[in-house]
């Protein structure tokens, strides 16, 4: 065997017939040589849009209300599934440089039929449940803004898949310029919030420190209990269609996989990029929390949706002297930021998924209007069904992202053992042992919580 062909077979892989996001596939060009920082720059944008997952309207409601409802307790939480992220996003990013394949290619081409299809479908409804937060979150913002009716501003949001099409032909460069300056608009503006309403520093760190209490089924009446919303959190901050998006995005990077230092060199620096923007997420998540617990602990009832929310800061008698119309229009801002950002890259993994699973034939426009499609109509339909009720809307939004976190496992389980594989990933790239064990870990743990929660769940429907 010559020495190409060795290096093909063990560093990386056969790749897919169809690229994944093959209008953008090795789009971008990187340096083979330079300082640290002018690698770090070409390859920093992929970590942007996956991290606008860990901060997309659905983690609002659970994170804001977390603090409402149990002070800084839940903090721990935030870093937990931070934490967790960081492994995960690593594993999908590295399977999508070395395997040239994303995590729905990968589990296709190595599943049964049938074990496939159950994947898919549960993977779809993941991007429908993702997409519903991020439609009603975008569709209330322009509600709160501009004062228009519910099913206007629902239907509004299905023009941002016109968008995404108009940027995609300006370069992939340029839609991570734009997703990454929203991200600094809404950690900027939350930034402000929190500082203005002065939040306990020590009870604040303390909060970082795990505890029982986050995992408790007991809750006062009337309020959601700990573990529910510990894993509404978990499923606002963990999202499974992130791993399916960077496997993907990763790809976007045009490197050499036949050279073996220059693929570990961009394994390196994919990995650089993820972990600081994904920081960036977590300090944002913080500050919602923060947020919840430092203006609006005791009044948990009175910020349960975005409309609360936007009301109780400009109201005294719930945000005390620091109450403003300025915050409110800051917060709706934000909120309007992070939906935009979200739907872009929503649809870009609904794309990914449909093709990856299902292996379409069909135009990338055509591909993303489905997509679009098979998120806004349940929205569409819940609206008029409730007359645009915000509450219900929120209510469906806090659901999703509990459903995110029972969808978690059936993405986590496949990515980790492809990427502990040694036969799918070749020696220099399987995770290492430990990193292996504690991923497993992980998932036992989470599908452990996933079935109390299903259990305490038919309990109250009983």
């Avoid at 479908?121 to 209330?140: K, P, Q, R, S």
């Avoid at 050499?256 to 600081?276: C, G, Q």
């Avoid at 430092?294 to 945000?319: I, K, N, R, W």
Wanted: charged residues 15%; neutral net charge; aromatic residues 10%.
């Amino acid at each position: 065997m010559s020495k190409e062909e060795m290096t093909k077979k063990h560093f990386v892989g056969d790749a897919t017939a169809d690229a994944s996001l093959g209008d953008v596939n090795g789009s971008v060009e990187v340096p083979t040589n330079g300082s640290f920082w002018r690698k770090l720059w070409a390859f920093s944008g992929p970590g942007a849009l996956v991290a606008v997952g860990y901060m997309d309207p659905g983690n609002w409601v659970t994170s804001v209300a977390g603090g409402a409802n149990y002070h800084y307790t839940l903090l721990s939480v935030v870093l937990v599934s931070s934490l967790i992220a960081m492994m995960l996003q690593y594993m999908a990013g590295k399977l999508g440089m070395v395997k040239r394949e994303d995590l729905a290619q990968a589990t296709r081409a190595r599943t049964s039929k049938s074990g496939g299809f159950v994947l898919w479908i549960m993977t779809e409804l993941a991007l429908i449940a993702t997409d519903i937060a991020e439609v009603i979150g975008g569709a209330i913002a322009l509600h709160l803004l501009f004062g228009w009716s519910m099913i206007a501003s629902v239907l509004t949001t299905a023009f941002d898949v016109i968008l995404l099409l108009l940027l995609m032909r300006f370069g992939f460069r340029k839609i991570e310029a734009i997703v990454i300056t929203l991200i600094l608009t809404i950690l900027f503006i939350f930034g402000y919030l929190v500082v203005s309403s002065n939040p306990d520093i020590v009870a604040m760190l303390g909060g970082y420190v795990p505890q029982l209490q986050a995992v408790s089924t007991h809750a006062p009446k009337g309020v959601d209990s700990p573990l529910l919303m510990t894993l509404g959190i978990v499923g606002a901050t963990v999202m499974p269609h992130n791993l399916y998006l960077h496997s993907s995005v990763a790809q976007t990077r045009k490197i050499n996989r036949e050279n073996k230092a220059e693929l570990k060199e961009a394994v390196r620096f994919m990995t650089w990029d993820s972990n600081i923007q994904l920081t960036l997420a977590f300090v944002v998540n913080s500050l919602l929390l923060i947020l919840g617990a430092s203006l609006f602990f005791g009044h948990g009832d009175s910020v349960g949706t975005f409309g609360q929310m936007y009301t109780a800061l400009s109201d005294s008698t719930v945000a005390g002297a620091i109450a403003s119309p300025v915050l409110s229009t800051l917060f709706a801002v934000a909120l309007l930021a992070s939906g935009q950002n979200s739907t872009i890259t929503g649809t870009l993994t609904g794309e990914v998924v449909m093709a990856g699973f299902l292996r379409l034939k069909i135009p990338m426009w055509a591909r993303r209007m489905i997509t679009r499609g098979l998120a806004l109509a349940p929205v569409i339909a819940f609206t008029l069904m409730y007359g645009g009720d915000e509450a219900k809307l929120d209510t469906l939004l806090i659901n999703s992202q509990v459903f995110l976190s029972i969808a978690l496992p059936f993405a986590m389980a496949p990515l980790i053992l492809f990427t502990s594989s040694k036969k799918v990933m070749g020696e220099d790239f399987v995770n290492p042992k430990w990193m292996t064990i504690l991923a497993w870990l992980v998932f036992i743990v989470l599908t452990g919580l996933n079935i109390q929660l299903v259990v305490q769940i038919i309990s109250n429907w009983l």
